[in-house]
């Protein structure tokens, strides 16, 4: 019953600014840590930002400064806008909600491709 959609990926230029979003449904959002991860063909799913119910943020070194992860509780959706965008940013993008119980919900997830 939980569902996490995320949308916003595509085909971006080097440099680009994409934002994406995910909405949540079937839970009650504004209690959990929500996380964006992402994953390339051939290497392992890693994980990009997330923040917590009080919005504190956590990011990985690759994409400090680049990359800013936020959310609305009330619209029970989380953001990741994305700066200065380069190749190796190329992944699939997927959403994740993390309970108290240690129990992970994932969505489908949105392609970004940084080519030009």
């Known amino acids: 019953q939980v569902q996490l959609v995320e949308s916003g990926g595509g085909l971006v230029q080097p440099g680009g600014s994409p934002r994406l979003s995910c909405a949540a449904s079937g839970i009650i959002f504004s209690r959990y840590v929500m996380g964006w991860y992402r994953q390339a063909p051939g290497k392992k799913r890693e994980l990009v930002a997330t923040i917590t119910s009080g919005g504190i943020t956590n990011y990985a070194d690759s994409v400090k400064g680049r990359f800013t992860i936020s959310r609305d509780n009330a619209k029970n959706t989380v953001d990741l806008q994305m700066n200065s965008l380069k190749p190796e940013d190329t992944a699939l993008y997927v959403c994740?909600?993390?309970?108290?119980?240690?129990?992970?919900?994932w969505g489908q997830g949105t392609q970004v491709a940084v080519s030009s």
């Open positions: 994740n909600v993390l309970t108290p119980l240690g129990v992970s919900y």
